[in-house]
């Protein structure tokens, strides 16, 4: 792996991070035959988790197969391998998918990819996107996205996308002091207000889990373990907050989300990956984190049933 940096094109002239647009953008709402698309992922990368998470909950497994990719992206990007190699079409990188798709890309190639299998192309590359449509093809399951809650799960995603899990990326990929600034600032402005809004509320929007929870989970469950070191968002940790830490655990403890959490991937991942960061390579081997510990998030509902 060379020293190039691999986000060199998504800068603006005063030093801000600007995230590339994701290319592939169409929409499968319809539930589709078992074995119809592929899922792509990284466990390292937090926007592929998500698409993992609602997989995983939805009970999407058998309709939809996934593969996960080496968490070391080099200078050809995402890298299937021999342990997990790409089932599809035999692909060394996940580039070669995108090339298959689109011969003039040339982007950073990113994951989540929902690949058509039938049709032997990319369908969409975008996560928020993606986790729409594998809620729509399970409407037996816990709907993540009701209608009664669409604008306040859209004016909270736009809030935690920019300042928090966007937000953590502007921070360390920032060229510039006061682009930093900018980031850490609006970061912890956003994680105060998340906190202040989880002392009363259970999830982000109420007694339900829905999609924003699971947006936002993400990101904390990465915090502690890489971004306040690497991207240098050290304010403080997830765990000095009062609410946002038992509410992680809360979300960790929902059955089957630890499986889609790896910390070896993910701290791998980023120490290994960005060598404009961390030139040695050295991959910490802390922190401690404890998230099966008590989070005792129900007693948030317990009073207000008792209040009624």
Not at 74 to 79: E, L, N, P, T, V
Not at 120 to 138: D, K, Q
Not at 152 to 158: F, G
Not at 240 to 257: K, V
């Amino acid at each position: 792996m060379s020293g190039k940096p691999q986000f060199e094109k998504e800068a603006d002239e005063d030093g801000r991070f600007v995230r590339q647009e994701s290319r592939f953008r169409e929409l499968v709402m319809e539930r589709p035959e078992a074995g119809r698309y592929h899922l792509y992922v990284s466990l390292a990368c937090p926007w592929a988790s998500r698409t993992a998470i609602v997989r995983q909950i939805m009970g999407l497994e058998e309709l939809l197969p996934m593969t996960v990719v080496d968490p070391i992206r080099d200078d050809k990007g995402w890298r299937f391998t021999d342990e997990e190699p790409d089932p599809v079409n035999g692909f060394a990188y996940l580039k070669e998918a995108y090339l298959l798709t689109d011969p003039s890309f040339d982007d950073r190639v990113t994951v989540p990819v929902l690949f058509d299998i039938q049709n032997n192309r990319i369908v969409n590359n975008e996560s928020a996107e993606i986790i729409r449509m594998l809620n729509a093809w399970a409407p037996n399951c816990h709907d993540l996205y009701p209608p009664d809650l669409r604008t306040a799960i859209d004016e909270v995603n736009d809030r935690v996308y920019n300042s928090v899990n966007n937000g953590v990326y502007r921070a360390g990929f920032a060229t510039s002091q006061h682009a930093y600034e900018e980031a850490f600032d609006e970061l912890f402005q956003t994680l105060d207000w998340l906190d202040d809004r989880l002392a009363t509320n259970r999830y982000l929007l109420g007694d339900e889990i829905t999609e924003a929870d699971w947006r936002l989970f993400v990101t904390l469950v990465r915090f502690d373990a890489v971004y306040v070191g690497h991207f240098k968002c050290n304010r403080r940790r997830i765990a000095d907050y009062d609410h946002l830490s038992g509410y992680l655990r809360d979300l960790y403890q929902e059955p089957g989300i630890a499986d889609t959490v790896d910390f070896d991937h993910i701290k791998r991942h980023y120490y290994m990956t960005h060598p404009e960061l961390n030139p040695t390579r050295i991959v910490p081997k802390g922190p401690e984190l404890d998230l099966w510990a008590s989070h005792d998030r129900d007693r948030l509902e317990l009073r207000r049933g008792t209040a009624a």
